[in-house]
């Protein structure tokens, strides 16, 4: 009988010691002191869904990569003709094709934007999105959002994303994406993916990543998803999905930028949005050796999340790696980074 008891006991302190136990039972880790069932006033930082347990990505976060190259594939969408992004920042990077869609109803000026390239040297195929592009397009795109909900698309999954930025995606897909990827694939098999964007970008580099998972078309160890800026566009299981199926995945914001301080509660649609656990943020101007932290969180005052809500700063989103990204995008990547600063 004594065994027995202090085998139950030693089986419950194990469970008190992990997270992701603990709030599958339906109680509450404390964080401060890692100890199950601690919500009080003396815990100041609460864990209640698993996908919020402490823990890091499976791959080390690379900062010179990021800001030298994937940095200069997002920006490159701002440009009607990314080639001179790429002389100027990557000359061994090649674009394949450029695809303009337009994904409005009601708006002639609203365009979905995304392109394919490939570098022959690094052995990589990159599928890059542009941001939204005026307040015409911002304005449809959330009256579409609070219109529609979340939607399943997916067999791998049942979580559920936006279903306007799902229907972004699909018009690019079908308006001759899938064909250049289905083209470059054929091409290069061996090659990895690169999924990229900003902004809406992001959105639609999300909803590729798992689009192309989704149909078999790459295996999620043979990309790299990296987005900036990017808006909660799912529920928790979607979430909790993407955040697991794909080794390398990295969402970066900067310092206030307030899209990540948009609503987690979407009234209209009975809707609880959530993060991928894949943050990392930079509290600073983003500069070249100034620090940053990868989020062992998801979602929560955690990272970005410790921001006032009250403080964000639009510019903040505009600037990555003190690039005005827009700008220096529009302008074609010159070699003058510095001219693009953040003032």
């Known amino acids: ?12 302190f194990i469970q008190a010691e992990n997270c992701s136990d603990c709030v599958n039972s339906g109680k509450v880790w404390c964080v401060d002191t890692s100890q199950c069932g601690a919500a009080n006033s003396s815990c100041t930082t609460t864990v209640n869904v698993p996908l919020n347990c402490p823990s890091f990505p499976e791959y080390g976060y690379d900062d010179e990569f990021i800001r030298s190259e994937i940095m200069v594939l997002t920006t490159a969408a701002q440009n009607e003709n990314p080639q001179l992004c790429f002389n ?4 061994t990077m090649k674009l394949y094709q450029i695809r303009t869609v337009n994904c409005s109803t009601k708006y002639n000026d609203v365009t979905c934007v995304g392109y394919t390239s490939y570098d022959t040297k690094k052995k990589v195929i990159s599928m890059s999105f542009k941001g939204a592009h005026g307040q015409d397009q911002i304005k449809e795109m959330t009256e579409h959002m609070m219109k529609y909900g979340l939607e399943s698309y997916y067999t791998v999954t049942d979580g559920k994303i936006f279903k306007a930025l799902q229907d972004y995606f699909m018009l690019l897909w079908n308006g001759g994406m899938y064909q250049d990827l289905k083209n470059l694939k054929y091409k290069y098999p061996k090659y990895e993916l690169w999924v990229n964007g900003h902004s809406l970008g992001s959105s639609l580099a999300w909803a590729a990543s798992a689009w192309i998972v989704n149909i078999g078309m790459y295996k999620p160890e043979e990309m790299k998803v990296v987005v900036m800026g990017a808006m909660r566009i799912s529920d928790y299981n979607w979430a909790a999905w993407h955040t697991k199926t794909f080794p390398y995945n990295f969402h970066i914001l900067h310092r206030s930028d ?22 990392v943020w930079y509290n600073n101007y983003m500069n070249q050796g100034d620090p940053y932290e990868v989020c062992q969180e998801a979602d929560g005052k955690y990272c970005s999340g410790s921001v006032n809500p009250n403080a964000t700063q639009y510019i903040d989103h505009l600037y990555y790696f003190n690039i005005d990204l827009p700008g220096w995008g529009h302008a074609g990547c010159p070699m003058n980074i510095s001219a693009y600063a953040q003032p």
């Open 88 to 91: 100027n920042q990557l000359p």
């Open 258 to 279: 307030p899209v990540a301080h948009q609503s987690t509660y979407v009234k209209a649609t009975n809707s609880t949005l959530f993060y991928p656990k894949t943050e």
């Open 1 to 12: 009988m004594f065994i027995l008891l202090f085998i139950l006991h030693f089986l419950q």
